[in-house]
């Protein structure tokens, strides 16, 4: 069964307000097996809303729609849903006494602007609404069936999960949208697209595709079909998938790169320390977003200035004379004396220039040093980075958490 | 001129990801005078791009698209924007050229995946990509003009400000969307509303809404008409707005709380640094996120156990062991040992209990300490926020950075 969504608003057309609906109900339907085909969205205008839910059901067996059934006169879904279907609007019992009981709930009068709320489409029927005035509406046009939810979040939430979503299921025969993604870190997308080249063929299934998220590469195995089925599908490609990629490969679904370095660090009993410089706060700031990570992480300092690189690093003051705070000796000994200060089992330490100005022929922006110290040694290592000041930072930050990573996971092998 | 905005890629269309560029992309073309109609999000299927593209540039003057220009087979809009124009593919020598340059500058041969990123669309042109290797299309469907660009989200930002938007520029008929968004912080959602009531009366031109955005409550201006005109409607409201919210304003338009502090120091030429805990380094990489902010960091130190407290802040273990480390006289010592060892004019420090576990009756989930301390003194508050263990250190980190910036503004008043 094919579905198409549709978003209904002049603020989300203009783009005030960011649509997180249609991604929402469009992973709500995948999951009970509808195929999401497209998303639309337009304008507070009957006549844009009716021809985009003419559209949508020409080529659809499902319409969902949000926005538009407000009590004012710019929500027009109503209107434009009536003109779709080739009726009028005409008084809903069943809308009015939802609209009745509410006002009597909130001991206010029915406004004017409220039983305009009432008025469905003729052979509609209305969507209960347990949370607000705008009760939803069922209707067909042709033969494709259209929902209509209002678009306040938490409304149009529980009308999906409560109401849309359970009528669909068992419709849509069994099928679902099965989906594995695999996580990658500091492998180039052109390299990843070499290497799983036979498995991204268009009309493969699995379906394997790859999307840029935050610098890193992630690797979207998905299939439509029955649930043991493709199950037992994605597991062979993403077993593939993770031994043609190896180290770079770093977690599953949503696991973030912060999350994989604690599993690691909790696995390895091992605790960590960051000196940050350039990424100025953000590597610490990833790892205290996994809960429990105290028992792992000791500290982390932001040596901002030469200073404090001196005062709480213990950085010799004439490495920064001679090679300039964004160098190897200098981030080799942040990570040393912050391993030295901490106690900590391993220190990361980053030191780079993260723009826009600051550049030069030697270390242009977005140069970055990284050094990595435990029992065994101290590695460094410099990378590059493109993009603005926010990527180069989070591309740098993500890099030297890597670091930990790969570490620890030489270890474990050894 | 009318625009359509479309979004391209099978994990939008799934939900797997939320599209935020085609907001981004119809505030821009907006901001421009071009009347944005419709978005539509679509596959990465060959056949779907090329119906996407017919049917936007069937009722539009400007077609915008994002995605599907990388490297891997899944990336089809070249395809499918070939298939509308009705023309072939072939290699374009610009495009063949910022491969071949990109290759050079990061040391890697130019790989196979990588020149199917020069195969365009007969009669296209080549948009430069100053960060990455995928070009952008500029191209014509009849009358309508059709951008490619990138889905990467830097890429597409730079391309779409530096070649799109100036292209469009003075194409248009003269109205614009135009618009004003104060930002506040520490006013409630309905305090807001209730001092803004009258501006805020559904058919009132401009337009005032309010948006939570994280955690704050931006104020929203906007109106439809000539510049000139706009422009005076706008700023009469957007005094009015500031005269009733107060201190609670930290800027307008994109100005992030980040960029208020940093203005605000550099306005003072006040120097601070952080002592944090339950933020784990986000008030500094917030403050690191402002160029230039490393004339006013000192440095910030992330304790985030009780042995890090003592050796890096100086707080007496007989406080931590007495009050425990989320208490007043903890955040406090924290301020105070961060401003004496920093050398800093102002120490802001934070302790708190983020969640999801570690809560007790006494300090629940949520429950944060803050302290300034300065040359007049320290000053420390508590609260409790709400929210899931990112939205708490979130809004406490903006706790934290507020203090710094209503301290320099009284002191800017005495």
Known sequence: MRAVVLSIGTELVTGLRLDTHSADIARALSAVGLEVVRHETVDDR??????????AAAEADVVVASGGLGPTLDDLTREGLADAMGVPLEENAAALAHLEAWARSHERPLSLSNRRQAMLPRGSRAIPNPVGTAVGVAARIGRARVYCMPGVPGEMALMLAEEVV??????ASGRMMALRTVRTFGMAESVVGDRLGDLMAPDRRPHVGTAVRGGMIDVHIYAFGRPDDVAA?????ARSVRGRLGDAVFGEGETTMEQAVAATLADRRATVAVAESCTGGLVAAKLVSVPGISAYLVEAVVA?????KVRRLGVPEELLRVHGAVSEPVVRA????MRRQSGA????????VAGPTGGSPAKPVGTVWFALAD??????????FTGDRALVRDRAANYALNMVRLRLALRGRS
Chains 1, 2 share one sequence.
């Open 233 to 237: 599908l994605l597991e062979a490609d």
């Open 46 to 55: 009957r006549e844009d809303i009716a021809s985009a839910f003419r559209r």
């Open 304 to 308: 901002y200035s030469d200073e404090s």
């Open 345 to 352: 089992d391993l220190a990361v330490a980053d030191t780079g």
């Open 334 to 337: 942040m990570a040393e004396g």
């Open 375 to 384: 029992a065994d040694g101290t590695a460094a290592a410099r990378e590059i």
């Open 166 to 171: 359970p009528s669909l299921r068992g419709e």
